[in-house]
């Protein structure tokens, strides 16, 4: 399967701990972003890369999430102190240079307790 | 700021019984009309992009049209495998903007 790879599918944390999630993108997508998608919502912006650059972030991203993507590859989002209210899907797209089509993964669920 | 409302929230059909789903959106230049199909767990799977008003395209039972200020996703003869909620996202035509997304309509098709 040569689709995005999201790394864990489900996640369960107390709260206060931290969590990564992995996201491998398609081979030859230079560009990379996160959204977080909540119950009965649409997917919401988070950030994104071209190659290794961290070109844009959303207001959502707070100071406890933090986001890499070294050598240009695969990316991993990093929640620190985590809060109830971070409990969401979390999912990665990729896409090529043009940026015009993106192609999801199928997310991370994260509980928080 | 860009904004996707899409109606209704859910949208309950027989099977058999055609109908249509609503995107309206406010965009400062549009770059594209993305309609996605997105199964309970599983992350948005591409359906349509659509870049100019009076474009349409087609898959299957699906089509999906545009004008200047919204999108119709129209469904002939739905099956229950049709069922899933159908999100629309707009991009703007300038820079490197995100995807914008609707909060989606959920289909559920009844045998």
């Known amino acids: 399967d040569t689709g995005v790879s999201q790394d864990p599918r489900h996640k369960i944390t107390k709260r206060g701990q931290n969590v990564t999630f992995r996201c491998d993108p398609i081979?030859?997508?230079?560009?990379l972003y996160w959204y977080r998608q909540t119950l009965g919502q649409g997917p919401e912006f988070l950030t994104y890369?071209?190659?290794?650059?961290?070109?844009?972030k959303s207001r959502l991203l707070s100071d406890r999430f933090s986001a890499e993507r070294p050598k240009g590859s695969f990316s991993t989002l990093e929640i620190q102190r985590t809060e109830q209210g971070d409990s969401a899907m979390y999912l990665c797209?990729?896409?090529?240079?043009?940026?015009?089509?993106?192609?999801f993964g199928q997310g991370t669920r994260l509980t928080v307790v | 700021e860009d904004q996707v409302t899409q109606s209704p929230e859910a949208l309950r059909l027989q099977e058999g019984e055609s109908s249509s789903l609503n995107c309206s959106y406010t965009?400062?230049?549009?770059?594209?009309l993305f309609w996605y199909r997105q199964d309970p767990g599983k992350g948005p799977e591409f359906l349509f992009t659509?870049?100019?008003a009076g474009e349409e395209k087609e898959k299957e039972r699906l089509k999906a049209t545009l004008t200047k200020k919204e999108s119709f996703l129209h469904i002939t003869a739905p099956k229950p495998e049709d069922s899933a909620t159908y999100l629309c996202a707009v991009r703007r035509n300038s820079g490197n903007t995100p995807l914008v997304f609707g909060k989606g309509t959920r289909l559920s098709v009844i045998a």
């Open positions: 797209a990729s896409s090529s240079t043009s940026g015009t089509f993106l192609f």
């Open positions: 965009v400062s230049g549009l770059r594209g």
């Open positions: 081979s030859e997508h230079n560009r």
């Open positions: 890369f071209q190659n290794e650059a961290q070109l844009e």
């Open positions: 659509l870049y100019s």
